[in-house]
């Protein structure tokens, strides 16, 4: 089997190669690491890399022979999208477009898509089920609901599989920690271990569903096999629990003299908890690890 991964040098991405190499795939992977909120980007000695991005006219030959895409390069944080929406829809929409393109006319067997829980904005109503109504409350959720969009099109009127997958919040090995608005688990962590004062958003009340890396790239491998059932489909990526800020701050091991409150955001939820039975019922997937152990761990 031959696979491309998109965004296959960051995060979560780099945690697919890795299982698809173990798979026996052969791996080709699409990333011009532009990404400003990795201090590093990671490589497996048995991919091909092409520092490219997306919308780079030469991506398309990439595309012969290969069976499966899983595309996560994309302009992948709310704030930076706020300041440049225009940079955001060029990669997340005209991107990902492109990708669906080539992967119709090379017929590729299926393509996995990383989206966002951030569509779901403010509904109020806990857990969040894929069925709910969209809310963007930003640029960022407008573009890769888009992507959503997109996919679901191109597997409905076109025939290409595709399956959508809706993350919440992503922690673990890798995570970025590079400026003020990398994920929260990772930028709390790198700031206790270098005895700096955390710095939490807002009242810190707001609560997040927090999904280990792992889980979200075996939810990919289980995707790229599952019954054509899932195609065209949405399915969330988290846990089905979730705890607040302030909580989180505790769990890495500070007190009230080790955080100080900074200005709340514009356009971000207040509280976030992913319905996964959807998942667990047609990709027979589910997650195996626990924000509390892995944070006792590492």
């Known amino acids: 089997m031959k696979s491309i991964v998109t965004g296959g040098a960051g995060f979560i991405g780099s945690?697919?190669?890795d299982k698809l190499i173990e798979l026996g795939h052969e791996v080709v992977v699409i990333d011009d690491q532009s990404a400003t909120a990795?201090?590093?980007?990671?490589?497996?000695?048995k991919a091909t890399y092409h520092g490219i991005s997306i919308n780079n006219p030469n991506v398309a030959t990439l595309f012969q022979d290969v069976d499966y895409v899983f595309h996560l390069a994309a302009e992948s944080r709310i704030q930076p999208a706020l300041e440049n929406p225009e940079l955001a829809i060029e990669t997340n929409v005209l991107g990902t477009c492109k990708i669906l393109q080539y992967a119709l006319e090379y017929g590729i067997k299926r393509v996995m898509y990383s989206s966002t829980s951030s569509a779901y904005g403010l509904n109020g109503i806990m857990p969040l089920v894929?069925?709910?109504?969209?809310?963007?409350?930003?640029?960022?959720?407008?573009?890769?609901i888009a992507g959503e969009d997109f996919c679901k099109m191109y597997n409905n009127l076109y025939g290409l599989e595709t399956v959508i997958f809706r993350y919440f919040?992503?922690?673990g090995e890798r995570q970025?920690?590079?400026g003020q608005y990398a994920p929260v688990i990772g930028l709390f962590q790198k700031q206790?271990?270098?005895?700096q004062t955390m710095t939490v958003v807002g009242d810190g009340q707001q609560t997040r569903d927090y999904i280990h890396v792992s889980d979200v790239a075996n939810a990919n491998i289980s995707a790229m096999t599952a019954p054509?059932?899932?195609c065209g489909e949405i399915f969330n990526i988290g846990t089905a629990l979730n705890c607040s800020v302030l909580d989180l701050v505790k769990m890495i091991g500070g007190d009230t003299g080790s955080y100080i409150h900074i200005p709340a955001r514009l356009g971000e939820a207040r509280h976030t908890k992913a319905d996964i039975s959807k998942a667990n019922r047609i990709l027979n997937w589910k997650?195996?690890?626990?924000?509390?152990?892995w944070l006792n761990d590492v």
């Open 15 to 17: 945690h697919i190669v």
């Open 38 to 45: 990795h201090e590093q980007f990671y490589f497996n000695d």
């Open 130 to 144: 894929e069925t709910m109504k969209k809310d963007c409350l930003n640029p960022y959720s407008i573009t890769k």
């Open 169 to 171: 919040n992503v922690y």
């Open 176 to 178: 970025p920690t590079n």
């Open 192 to 195: 206790f271990a270098n005895k």
């Open 228 to 230: 054509k059932e899932a």
């Open 287 to 293: 997650p195996k690890v626990k924000l509390e152990d």
